[in-house]
């Protein structure tokens, strides 16, 4: 993904009650490419989690298990020791990953085969309801927000580099002709972990792969056991205290239009957080895990755009906008920090009600036209995409545009 695994259902299910609604990896779609949109939110096709998706899965599933441990016992091990349980959690309760390797299936019979009714594509992430919040620490206290979290002392690492003052702000992003997003501020990665030798589309060091993929189950856990190295690499969850993880966040904003049903001229705003840190003083940081295989340069602007998201919400929810937007690179063991104005996030709002106009006139009109580009090699529709020569199913019948399937936790290859 986004490539990211989608996935909605194939089957018929309950028309929703229509109402303009968006999330960022749906809105990050229709950015990418209109018709992968349109693959995605009307017709709904089922994508197939792929062992990198999944490991993306279960990675952030391990992460937000971690800190239901005290805060002392946080160590490498014990987030190593939740790999095996969380992934037999995973694979009882989502019938698509456990299809992935055969020594799942043969433990789970029946429900291994199931393919097509699989939870859409972003289902792919842990559906729990998020945990409570938990309460400050000192050491949440004596790390500011904007600054990396040292990391865990068996792990001997340099020091990080200071996070430069914010990036410029980037003039606001036309619906039609996308802009680069500014580059976010990074930070170093800690000189005893090595970013991994993975480039482009190449596996991690012994993993051995089949078509792109782990052979196995047990290559396939220990590709996750790396990545989790590369979380402990860049930050110390002992002297963290989230204060919310896989949070959903929803907020509304005028869509302008001059609709005379109050709900239709409102747009709904929702999507999952990977985790939310707040300082004693209410300060906000948004933190996204990315743990996909992908090279980082092909989603940066995609990340950025969903964790301005993030931020707008948050901000016309809480009247408080994010001091920090953090991407957490497991896989290259960097942090990239980004620091949002509010002026930049009134121009995001606008930027979202120009995105939801093109939207409903490309759903008016039912052209919804490809955009090739280098994400294309992470899309599951290639043999449907008219730029590979393919022919998009009949256009779903439906009166008005469809509502957006309620957003899970969004876990994709640039996830
Ligand atoms: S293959 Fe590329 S152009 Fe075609 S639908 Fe997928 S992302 Fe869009």
Redesign the pocket.
Known sequence: MT?EATAAPEVAEPEQAWRPSLSPSRAADFK??P??YR?RTVDRLPERPTPDQARGTLVHAVLERLFDIPAPERTPERARALIEPEWARLVAERAELAGLFSADAATTSDTATTTDAAPTADALGTADAPAPADTQTPADTQAPLGAPTPVAAPTPVAAPTPVAAPTPVAAPTPVAAPTPVAAPTPVAAPAAEAPSAAGEGTPDPGVELLDGNPVDRDAFLASARELLSGYFAVEDPRRLSPAEREYLVTTEIDLGDGSADPAAARLLLRGYIDRLDASADGELRVVDYKTGGAPREAFEARALFQLKFYALVLWRARGVAPRVLRLLYLKDTEICDYHPEVDELIRFERTLVALWSAIEKATAQRDFR????R??GW?S??A?????GGTPPPFPERAAPVAEPEPQPAIGVDG
Request: proline share 15%; net charge positive.
């Open positions: 490539v990418t490419c018709l992968l693959f490809p955009k090739p580009s994400l294309c899309c529709h290639q449907r995409c008219p730029a590979y």
